[in-house]
Structures are given as C-alpha cells and as structure tokens.
C-alpha cells in the first residue's frame, strides 16, 4: 500500500470521526490505535503505541499547563475576571460597537490570565452575549468578538498551546511565551479599529445606548482597585520569565498561588469556589493531555 494512499486514510477517517462528533481526543486515539495495529505488526504496533504515549506525557514542560489553567480559573470563580469586565465597560464609554470592543479588551486581559482557550472563550461567551442581545447588536457583532477572542487567546501568553508547540517542537518555551506578547497585542488592536470602524459606518451592527456617566476620578479608583491586582498576576506569570528569574513551570505555579491569595483578599475563596475552580482546570488538563498521548504517534 502506497504511502500517499495510507495518509489520505488516516486524515480521512480522523475527519469523519469529528464529523460525527466523537472528541477530537478519542478521534485521535481510534485512529492511531487501528493503524499501529495494522500496518506495525498487531500487538508490537500497539505496544509501540503505549511506550509513544508514555514519552508525550513526560515531559516536564507539560506541568505549566494545569498551573496556568488553575491560575485563570481561580481568577475567574472568584469573581476578579467580572470587576475587570465593569472597569472596562466604564472606561470604554460610548464608542461604536462599545460591547463588542469590551469583548476583545476582557478577552485580551483573560488571555494572559488563563492558559486555556475553549475556557476563556466560554467565560466570554457566558459573560458578554446576554447583554450584547438585549442591547440588540447584530449576530456578526456578538458571535464574531467571541471567536476572534478565542484566537487571541491562543497566541497571548500564557498559552497552554504554546507550552504543548514548545515541548513538541523542542524549543525554549520561556521564549515563545514572551515573543507572543507583541504579536498578539498587535492583532487586538486591529480586531478593535476594524470593529470601532464597522460600527461608525454602518450602527444598525451595534445600537448606540444611554450611559451614564462616570467622573475619571471614579474611573482611576475603580482601575487600581480592580486591576492592579491582576497585573500583578501577569506580571508574575510573564515579568518573572522575562527577568530571567523563573521557568514556565515555576511562574506558573506561583501565578497560581498569588491568585488564591488575592481570591482570598477580596473575600472570594470559598470552599465552592476551590472546588469549581479545580475541577474545571482537570477537565481541561485532561482533555489537552489526553490530545496530546492520543496524537503522538499520529
């Protein structure tokens, strides 16, 4: 069996199984174990197998993963992510598409808080698209911000897909971390002009509404209040990798414990809090590692 026959296969049959809708992990995972068996000797091929696994999973690397998921889960059950959400809806003002530019502008915040992209883009989705409804815009204005958010959140740093690119490519992760900033920075604001400019040219996309005003004054309190605190945590997460000072893996983890420690300072670590917060970061370690062992051999 000729070679371009067998990839034309394997492809075929891994994009059918998503058609369906088995998880991109288990389609990856059927495929790979039919075709170790039969086209590597059955049980040798499986075998094979099993030790491909082990080796993708590993890999130290990997461990900054859960650490900056957890980070941004904490951030976001305690109710952090929401006070930077309410800064950034007063500091905005009455700018066309103003809920679709908060969008992007949380979307980047959350994306250097989180290193998970379907839970950042879901937390934007849960937060952002009632309003956005009963506010009227338009169906490319709220769908659209979401999933270009989405985007950003894959190349603004912490990314658990730039720890996974890092560790298969083999290559500094402290590196693609922070040469990510600039790039992805960049394309946020070229997501807000091109939405601010869309808006002014045709405002039926998103309706003008009366706002109340709010003195700067109020507008500087509720920003040192509300987001001095995350930026510490970025800071940690990025600034001490910059520096030098720590590998992704240990800025992971001490991001991680400075949110629980600022949860704790607003009086938002609740035993239900932990508890949601942990049990939504293993749900996606788990799906992400589960990707990886199930692709390795692919």
Known sequence: ???????????????????????????????????????MGGVNGLTQLTVSIFDSLTKFNLTAIPFFILMGEILYHA????????????????????LSV????IGGLF???????????????????????RRHYHKEMVLGPIMASGALDMIIPPSALTVLLGTIAEVSIGRLLINAIVPGYILLGIYVGFVVIRCWLNPSLAPIYELSGVPWSEKIFMGLRDLFPLAIVIFVALGLMMLGVATPTEAAALASLIAFILAGIYRSLTVQVIKQSVLSSLQVTIMILTIIAASAAF
């Open 1 to 39: 069996m000729e070679w371009p026959f067998i990839l034309l296969l394997l492809f075929g049959s891994l994009l059918i199984l998503m058609f369906i809708g088995l998880p991109v992990a288990f389609s990856f995972l059927l495929v790979t174990s039919g075709a170790m068996y039969l086209l």
């Open 102 to 105: 908060v969008t992007f502008l």
């Open 111 to 133: 994306g250097a808080l989180s290193g998970a992209t379907v839970a950042s883009t879901a937390v934007l989705a849960s937060l952002m698209v009632p309003e956005m409804i």
């Open 79 to 98: 109710g952090l992510v929401s006070k930077a959400l309410d800064v950034f809806s007063k500091w905005v003002g009455a700018i066309p598409g103003r």
